[in-house]
């Protein structure tokens, strides 16, 4: 596995220790559908057209990862996270990249 940036300047970068691995993004409230399937475009998966008037961060994180392969590009992957309940995280969307 190997990490993938982010590609929306609203995706924050978490630091974590196993970075040479995998990404982990905050994602704020106004992005999460965007990773959603019903929301996915192929051309624009980030392409929010709504501009919020406050950016709230903390309900919703990412990991974006891909396979390393011998060819040049490898499909990624991205996991939406959400907290259910306010107690646990679970896996809401998620989108594979593929070249």
């Given at each position: 596995m190997e990490p993938v940036q982010p590609e929306h300047?609203?995706?924050r970068?978490?630091?974590h220790m196993d970075e040479g691995a995998y990404t982990v993004v905050a994602v704020p409230d106004h992005l999460a559908g965007l990773f959603l399937?019903?929301?996915?475009?192929?051309q624009h998966p980030y392409d929010a057209t709504a501009v919020p008037k406050r950016t709230i961060y903390g309900n919703?994180?990412?990991i974006l990862f891909s396979m390393r392969t011998p060819s040049e590009h490898s499909a990624a992957l991205t996991l939406?996270?959400?907290?259910e309940n306010q107690k646990k995280w679970k896996i809401i969307g998620y989108e594979v990249l593929a070249p």
């Open positions: 300047d609203d995706l970068i978490v630091h399937c019903d929301k996915e475009s192929s919703y994180y990412a939406l996270w959400a907290k």
